[in-house]
Structures are given as C-alpha cells and as structure tokens.
C-alpha cells in the first residue's frame, strides 16, 4: 500500500506544494528512468543479515535463515512497491507493484543453497482490458497475487477495487468484485489459491478479514482464522505445499519501526489450527513486508520467502528474505 499521488496539471501543482512542506523521507521518489525497451533489467542484490546487531544469528522461533538480499536496480527506478510475491519450485518468481508493474525473474541460490541474487529479470507493465498499460495510481495500485491451477492470474487492485483475472497472455479476461465495500486506500492486500479445483481462492482485507470466493461466483467470509494484533494490518496472504494458509500481519510505529507476525494454520477450513509463527520486530531485517510464498524443499521442510514494498520511500528498501521450516509431524 502506498500514499496516493496524483496525475494531470492540477495534481502535479499540489505535489509541488506537498514537496515544499512534506519531510524528504516521506515524499514519492517519482521514476527517474524508464523500463528498458525489451524489459530485461539487472537486478543488483547486497547480503542482508537477520541481525544486523548479531551478523552470526541464523535463527528466529522455528525458523532458519535462509539468506536475505536487498534489491535495486540501476536500470530503471521503478524496481518498488513489491506488493506480492509467487515463487515456483524452480525458483522463478512473479511480483506485481503498486505503480502498475509487474516483475519476474529466478531466485539464484549458492552451492550452500542460501540466496545470492536475482537472474532473468524482467519488468513489464501490467496491461488493462484495452492491451494497453494502466493509467494512474487509482487504476494501477496492485495488491495481491494468486495463481490458478489453469495458470490464470488472479490480480487485486485498491482504490479502484477489483480482482482481474489475467489470461497466460498477459491480458485481463474480466474482473472480479471484492467480497465488500472497502474504503479508498483500504483493499484486498492478500491473494491465495485454494487447495482444489474449482476456482477457489482467498483474499484477504487489509482491517484482517479472509474471506473464501469462487471465481465468478461470490464469496463467504471464514470465521475463526487468526486477526491482526493491535496496531497490526493485514499485509499479504500464502499457501503452503499442502493447501496450509500463510497469513501475514505488519505494523509500523513512528521512531520504533516495522514490526511482522506470519502464522501457519494448517487447515484453514476445519480445525484451523496454528501450526508456526515468525515474529519479527525491529531487532531484525525488517521492513513493510508485503509478500510471503512457499515451496516444498528437501527432507520435508519450506522454504518460505518474504518481500517488503519500499513506498518508493528512500528511507524503506526492497528486501527479499528466505526461512527454512520444517513443519510438526
């Protein structure tokens, strides 16, 4: 989710006076270059520790580091506002943006199997019902990520609520509604599909409500999942290997920091019983995260990875993590 800016003259005249009395670390970084003509970007990735204060640490709860990078690129400034994150098991990736982007790649991995970069990556627009790009912060602000078993995508956006369903070619077949009414800057922050066919998935609101829809045909909230403590929000939505619900909360306070609750539940329709949590606060790497996905790795354990949407907030940064955890028996 990121603070509103505006487009045309009468917008561009009030950025101009929000830029004179708005502190530099909480103005827009407006794009200072463009995408490449065939899209190809390098990704540049700088190690992160899980301790900046304890470079040693490896673990957290029931968690193993995996390794954590920071993303930029030199190419283009519009590599920000990672909102969601798709990781397949052969370590490619898809992330859409709240600029209307839409960013793939492979997760590169050391011989010790920890990150090490990004590779292959690519930065597209996301294309609305016309073929063409979309047009301004209330029509492009993406959210949420899920993919279907066909290989459609299902995509949600805010302020203009919706969920389009994206064909294999890049284009939106039709639009989904949000399961109520949201306000503006308020939306469906996590996306999930349902372990079964039929075109179920998740989403999840950014106030921590999950409701349970069928594509094309309404939705039913669940009661009895896990809500956002105080001062929490709802920021992004997982499946595990076995159809487990990953539920991501973030909180941000003044002079404190980021603070991050991911809980594991392992049959999100029946018991709904937790299975895990990793909390982390500002002790660790991290930052307004807003993506979690997980694969199946060896032995039986995840490899579960988050990603943070940096605002494009000079003060913030797109940080990439991984955990290895072995879920109970």
């Not at 939505?237 to 619900?245: C, D, I, R, S």
Request: negative net charge; aromatic residues 6%; glycine residues 12%.
């Amino acid at each position: 989710m990121t603070p509103p800016r505006g487009i045309g003259v009468v917008a561009a005249i009030l950025l101009a006076v929000v830029a004179c009395t708005t502190p530099a670390h909480l103005r827009p970084i407006p794009p200072r270059g463009p995408v490449p003509a065939d899209s190809r970007i390098i990704i540049e990735a700088a190690p992160v520790p899980l301790d900046p204060a304890d470079p040693s640490r490896q673990e957290i709860d029931d968690f193993r580091y995996a390794g954590g990078l920071a993303l930029t690129s030199s190419m283009t400034s519009r590599l920000h506002g990672l909102s969601d994150l798709q990781v397949a098991a052969d370590g490619t990736f898809i992330a859409p943006t709240d600029d209307g982007d839409v960013v793939t790649g492979r997760i590169l991995l050391g011989s010790d199997g920890r990150l090490t970069g990004v590779g292959e990556a690519v930065l597209k627009p996301l294309l609305g019902v016309d073929g063409q790009p979309l047009q301004g912060k209330r029509e492009s602000d993406a959210e949420g990520l899920a993919r279907l078993a066909d290989g459609q995508l299902l995509i949600s956006f805010e302020r203009d609520h919706r969920i389009w369903v994206y064909d294999e070619a890049g284009r939106p077949a039709r639009a989904e509604a949000p399961p109520v009414v949201l306000g503006d800057n308020e939306g469906m922050e996590g996306l999930a599909t349902a372990p079964t066919s039929g075109g179920l998935y998740f989403v999840g609101l950014e106030p921590g409500g999950i409701w349970m829809c069928r594509l094309y045909a309404g939705c039913d909230e669940l009661d009895g999942l896990p809500t956002p403590p105080p001062g929490y929000r709802l920021s992004a939505l997982g499946l595990g290997p076995k159809g487990e619900l990953l539920i991501l909360h973030h909180s941000f306070v003044p002079g404190i920091g980021s603070r991050i609750i991911l809980t594991i539940v392992g049959d999100p329709f029946f018991d709904r019983m937790v299975i895990g949590r990793l909390s982390m606060g500002p002790n660790t790497t991290v930052d307004n995260f807003e993506g979690v996905s997980a694969i199946a790795g060896p032995e039986g354990h995840w490899r579960i990875f988050l990603v943070s949407d940096d605002n494009f907030n000079d003060r913030q940064r797109t940080i990439l993590l991984a955990f290895d955890w072995t879920p109970p028996k």
